[in-house]
T-cell receptor, first 113, second 112 residues
Framework: EDQVTQSPEALRLQEGESSSLNCSYT??????LFWYRQDPGKGPEFLFT?????EEKEKERLKATLTKKESFLHITAPKPEDSATYLC??????????????WGLGTSLAVNP | EAQVTQNPRYLITVTGKKLTVTCSQN?????MSWYRQDPGLGLRQIYY???????DKGDVPEGYKVSRKEKRNFPLILESPSPNQTSLYFC???????????FGQGTRLTVV
């Protein structure tokens, strides 16, 4: 069964303390992996799409990487405004016309000043 | 500004009273979908639409209806809401199912 697991469920960091969030997935084949950020009471906001193992993408303090079994979202020197829930979603190759995404439950990140 | 607009943002209703949540996007996107988000269950797709007049069921379609008469609008209809439909609902749009999705601000629905 296709599955996406994110860890940790929650993470609290001090401002400037770098860390990584994990998204591990089990699918028969990967079409793409998506990272979104969700602020409380708001809709998810797109961050990155990764398509193949070894691929990396960066945006400000965030860097996403992909292997054949997992993706990491590295946060370098985080600031309080990086506090949010980070969602990972996987699109299997056999997702059909809908290209349905399988969503993880997210990692809730809190960055203390 | 590119955006997906949902209304209302908050809604409290009673069991069985029909309601509609509207969704409109201004990006000329072909693909639109509705999700519900529940603690411990994450985002689950309710319905999706590949284009005007083309809609299909997602993972949890029971109790919901949708229509896509215009490209920009994709309303979600609850004909007879029940308490188990209390949830946070999101509308999303994108050029295609496998591209960046833009989400609305969400509708928090409570059915009593």
């Amino acid at each position: 069964e296709d599955q996406v697991t994110q860890s940790p469920e929650a993470l609290r960091l001090q401002e400037g303390e770098s860390s990584s969030l994990n998204c591990s997935y089990t699918v028969s084949g990967l079409r793409g992996l998506f990272w979104y950020r969700q602020d409380p009471g708001k809709g998810p906001e797109f961050l990155f799409t990764l398509y193949s193992a070894g691929e990396e993408k960066e945006k400000e303090r965030l860097k996403a990487t992909l292997t054949k079994k997992e993706s990491f979202l590295h946060i370098t020197a985080p600031k309080p405004e990086d506090s949010a829930t980070y969602l990972c979603a996987v699109q299997p190759i056999n997702a059909g016309n809908n290209r349905k995404l399988i969503w993880g439950l997210g990692t809730s990140l809190a960055v203390n000043p | 500004e590119a955006q997906v607009t949902q209304n209302p943002r908050y809604l409290i209703t009673v069991t069985g009273k029909k309601l509609t949540v509207t969704c409109s996007q201004n990006m000329n996107h072909e693909y639109m979908s509705w999700y519900r988000q529940d603690p411990g269950l994450g985002l689950r797709q309710i319905y999706y639409s590949m284009n005007v007049e083309v809609t299909d069921k997602g993972d949890v379609p029971e109790g919901y209806k949708v229509s896509r008469k215009e490209k920009r609008n994709f309303p979600l209809i609850l004909e007879s809401p029940s308490p188990n439909q209390t949830s946070l609902y999101f509308c999303a749009s994108s050029w295609a199912p496998n591209t960046e999705a833009f989400f609305g601000q969400g509708t928090r629905l409570t059915v009593v």
